[in-house]
């Protein structure tokens, strides 16, 4: 059989990146519990989840960047065959050039758009407004890789490609978002995904072994596998951040884009007027109900204490 011209691209994967079923799930329904007005998939591919997630939120409204085109075609038909079309967009663009900030960020398996994923974790705070929430999934190392290990890998592989699981919830925490669920995955999950991954090579080239692609098809398949069985198999693995933004600290950060730098910077003098506030609420008040809009942080937009 010789009627295609090659494999197809993620033919057998819902999504591209390491996730059993059961997990996939728990994420798109924890993404869609707190029910986000907008969501930003960075990096997005098809956007499988980005999809589910906007199916179960009525009027949500979700973009998703990615520079592949093929794959944002994919995408664009899944949407319009869920009946979602008119509030998914995707959009050919750069991801890490994108600025404008939604309640639900998405970044799984792009990190590299911005460098190593503490710098893509730091990157992408700014763009979750207060109160929501990024879903973050980068590979990270199960241990130190040695020289051997890195030779094994992918083509200029090195050991700063990815850091340790405590070290990227670190630049989070850092990056002012704390931890709500911190994941990785089993090594069947990897198994899983690699295996999918490379079905699209095998099934064609098990209907297609004269083709006259089958033996470049053969040796990029066969590398594939070797990167995987006796390369990065039981050193890499891969993990999954849900990151909270506050609500109430991020009102003050006024300075920067989204926010993230000015409230680590703001923090101190927040910590303060709270302080001043809560004292001066003991002295003046005795009763027990208060009116709202007292209780140290004021409506946003309004950067003034009364106890000031």
């Known amino acids: 059989m010789t009627s295609h011209d090659g494999p197809s691209r993620y033919g057998h994967l819902d999504c591209n990146s390491p996730i059993a079923a059961w997990r996939f799930d728990r994420q798109v329904a924890e993404c869609a519990s707190f029910a986000p007005e907008t969501i930003l998939d960075i990096g997005c591919g098809w956007g499988e989840l980005l999809q589910r997630v ?3 939120v009525p009027g949500a409204r979700a973009v998703g960047v990615d520079s592949d085109v093929e794959l944002l075609e994919r995408g664009r038909a899944g949407a319009a065959r869920r009946g979602i079309a008119d509030r998914v967009e995707f959009v050919e663009y750069r991801g890490e050039a994108w600025t404008e900030p939604a309640d639900l ?3 799984i398996g792009a990190a590299h758009a911005f460098g190593t994923g503490p710098e893509a974790v730091a990157a992408l705070a700014e763009l979750v407004k207060p109160g929501g929430r990024l879903l973050f999934g980068d590979a990270v190392w199960a241990r130190e890789p040695s020289e051997a290990d890195l030779a094994r890998m992918w083509p200029e592989t090195s050991a700063a490609d990815w850091v340790s699981l405590p070290d990227l919830v670190d630049a989070a925490v850092e990056a002012g978002l704390r931890p709500l669920r911190v994941e990785s995955v089993e090594q069947s999950e990897w198994d899983d995904f690699e ?3 490379l079905a699209d090579k095998e099934f064609w080239l098990q209907a297609n072994p ?12 066969d590398a594939h596998r070797a990167w995987w069985l006796r390369g990065h198999r039981g050193v890499l693995g891969f993990a999954y951040l849900t990151l909270g933004r506050a609500v109430a ?3 003050w950060a006024r300075p920067g884009p989204g926010g993230g730098p000015g409230l680590r910077r703001l923090l101190p003098r927040v910590r303060q007027r709270a302080a001043r506030t809560h004292r001066a609420m003991k002295r003046t008040c005795s009763a027990v109900r208060m009116p709202r809009g007292v209780a140290g942080f004021p409506a946003r937009g309004t950067p003034r204490l009364a106890a000031e």
């Open 54 to 56: 906007a199916e179960r």
């Open 105 to 107: 960020v998405v970044c």
């Open 249 to 251: 600290l991020a009102v």
């Open 195 to 197: 295996s999918e991954f």
């Open 210 to 221: 004269r083709h006259e692609r089958a033996a470049e098809v053969r040796e990029a398949a």
